[in-house]
């Protein structure tokens, strides 16, 4: 299983990024995929996941109106639209992967985890 990230880059604040998480080597229909992000000095907090179907998309409530997480099955990807980002929003931004039919928001439950991709909003 692999998941890579991408869509990571310097913005300023107001602005926008959209990060991608491409998964294979697993039947990615059936995975839960969240979004987590790391600032420096701080633990892994949980940011937005979504289930196998689209239906059900819990955010943080940090996060709430401003990022917009999203999947194309067919294409075995997970997408995090972010707008309107400030400076509290720079983090390593990992997405995560597991199996199943419930969606999750703590680091622990999930077993598959990307590279991460860097994301720095400047003022």
């Known amino acids: 299983v692999q998941l890579v990230e991408s869509g990571g880059g310097l913005v300023q604040v107001g602005g926008s990024l959209r990060l991608s998480c491409a998964a294979s080597?697993?039947?990615?229909?059936?995975?839960?995929i969240g979004w987590f992000r790391q600032a420096p000095g701080k633990e892994r907090e949980f940011v937005a996941a979504?289930?196998?179907?689209?239906?059900?998309?819990p955010y943080a409530d940090s996060v709430k109106g401003r990022f917009t997480i999203s999947r194309d099955n067919a294409k075995s990807t997970v997408y995090l639209q972010m707008n309107s980002l400030k400076p509290e929003d720079t983090a390593i931004y990992y997405c995560?992967?597991?199996?199943?039919?419930?969606?999750?928001?703590?680091?622990?439950?999930?077993?598959?985890w990307g590279q991460g991709t860097q994301v720095t909003v400047s003022s």
């Open positions: 080597g697993l039947i990615f229909s059936r995975y839960v």
């Open positions: 979504i289930t196998w179907s689209g239906g059900l998309t």
């Open positions: 995560a992967g597991v199996q199943s039919m419930v969606v999750a928001v703590t680091t622990t439950a999930y077993n598959y």
